[in-house]
């Protein structure tokens, strides 16, 4: 499943995000997602799980928690439109 990580802190890596979301199961990727021009972090990103059932789990339990100093969104990804 993926699932979109939204209301990051700007300093928030890809290695801290997946260590997070590696307490719920196998995550498979972590992706932030940056400006094309600066190079900054936008303050969300996506992160494919292996298993549904882990990653619902991670939805339910990370979704307005709090990380690094922000409140966390977090749901299920929809594809693009």
């Known amino acids: 499943m993926n ?5 990051l802190n700007y300093r928030v890596k ?3 995000l997946q ?4 307490d719920y199961g196998t995550v498979i990727s972590t992706k932030i997602i940056t400006d094309r021009d600066t190079g ?4 969300f990103g996506f992160v494919e799980m292996e298993n549904d059932d882990e990653a619902t789990n991670a939805i339910n339990e990370l979704n307005g928690a709090e990380f690094a100093g922000r409140t966390m969104v977090v749901k299920e990804a929809r594809p693009r439109a």
Request: aromatic share 6%; charged share 40%.
């Open 40 to 43: 900054r972090s936008k303050g």
């Open 14 to 16: 890809e290695e801290e």
């Open 19 to 22: 260590q997070v979301m590696e």
């Open 3 to 7: 699932i979109y990580v939204g209301n």
